[in-house]
């Protein structure tokens, strides 16, 4: 037997593991991040007075008034979670929570990028990762996207 043989067939087995696990492990970071936002977003609609407050006085929202900001954020925190969770319009999703993702960190730089805060903006950039990851490979065969064979579920 040579060494390639020996080398070959672990390996082949390690990529039939593997590819086994990309729609499971598509569905749980779907789950995962999507649970994330869903959380945020319904904090702020079951305070809204809160939630106006804080766009008021602490988040930087460029280009909007803290009242459309409070607004966009809150849907996009609870609209975007539930299809990327669904796997429906996964990319779609993905992009839609990259695009708020990015908003909140921007909106809250003045503390996020500050020392002593590296774990918050950590998060952030963890969940960015998860959202790049779902966007550029699909929500996986998990997902209704697989279902319905629209062809973004890779």
Sequence with gaps: ???????????????????????????GARCWVGWQFLKSGWLKLSDWEGTLSLFQEEYRTPLLSPAAAALAGTFGELFFPVLLIAGLFGRFAAVGLLAVNVMAVVAYAHVLLTPGFEAAVG??????????MLAV??????????WFGTGNSR
């Design 1 to 27: 037997m040579s060494i390639a043989t020996l080398i070959s067939r672990p390996l082949g087995l390690l990529d039939r593991i593997l590819d086994a696990l990309q729609s499971p492990v598509a569905l």
């Design 123 to 132: 998060q952030h950039y963890l969940w960015g990762a998860w959202l790049v």
């Design 137 to 146: 490979y699909g929500p996986g065969r998990l997902s209704l996207d697989h």
